[in-house]
T-cell receptor, first 109, second 113 residues
Framework: RKEVEQDPGPFNVPEGATVAFNCTYSNSASQSFFWYRQDCRKEPKLLMSVYSSGNEDGRFTAQLNRASQYISLLIRDSKLSDSATYLCVVNRYGQNFVFGPGTRLSVLP | NAGVTQTPKFQVLKTGQSMTLQCAQDMNHNSMYWYRQDPGMGLRLIYYSASEGTTDKGEVPNGYNVSRLNKREFSLRLESAAPSQTSVYFC????????????FGPGTRLTVT
């Protein structure tokens, strides 16, 4: 089993839709959590960190459930520019980052 | 502010050739990383350097060596390239390691024939 797993995708949604991505991690020692965004043939870039209490940044909301070892990302009012691959990332302090395989999103006009 | 830079952007090697991928960051970060990204596999860590003077193996270190030349620079060397090393290679850096955002370079697209 992979240490970080994500919805396989792809997700094809119309503009304005709400879409949710799920991520699970297997190592209970994981301490920090992130969502990255990767555009086609580009480098990953941080979308948002994920905090225990949940956090929101504009149209994006991230949730963490440590008991279930589950992370989610909700995108409201999807834009064409949201089309990308979304990477779930976990880290155990002092050790390396582990990336999920990514979920591809296509927002359609 | 350049962030993380990588050279070259593209490279084609023949099996058995060697090459070094260069990475530099200008953000005064302590930690640096090398990843490879293959279709359907996500990013996998090859080596990382938690601070100047230290390097550690990641998930897929075989066939690679690294050098943390100074705080700014972290190079990845393929001694004898194999077709299985065809991939996109990303260098990244972060400030304090696990709690901090990673910043990535633009990647090197390597093909080994």
């Amino acid at each position: 089993r992979k240490e970080v797993e994500q919805d396989p995708g792809p997700f094809n949604v119309p503009e304005g839709a709400t879409v949710a991505f799920n991520c699970t991690y297997s190592n209970s020692a994981s301490q920090s959590f992130f969502w990255y965004r990767q555009d086609c043939r580009k480098e990953p870039k941080l979308l948002m960190s994920v905090y225990s209490s949940g956090n929101e940044d504009g149209r994006f909301t991230a949730q963490l459930n440590r008991a279930s070892q589950y992370i989610s990302l909700l995108i409201r009012d999807s834009k064409l520019s949201d089309s990308a691959t979304y990477l779930c990332v976990v880290n155990r302090y002092g050790q390396n980052f582990v990336f999920g395989p990514g979920t591809r999103l296509s927002v359609l006009p | 502010n350049a962030g993380v830079t990588q050279t070259p952007k593209f490279q084609v090697l023949k099996t058995g050739q060697s090459m070094t991928l260069q990475c530099a960051q200008d953000m005064n970060h302590n930690s640096m990383y090398w990843y490879r990204q293959d279709p359907g596999m996500g990013l996998r860590l090859i080596y990382y350097s938690a601070s100047e003077g230290t390097t550690d193996k990641g998930e897929v270190p075989n066939g690679y060596n690294v050098s943390r030349l100074n705080k700014r620079e972290f190079s990845l060397r393929l001694e004898s390239a194999a077709p299985s090393q065809t991939s996109v290679y990303f260098c990244a850096s972060s400030d304090t390691g696990g709690a901090s955002e990673q910043y990535f370079g633009p990647g090197t697209r390597l093909t080994v024939t």
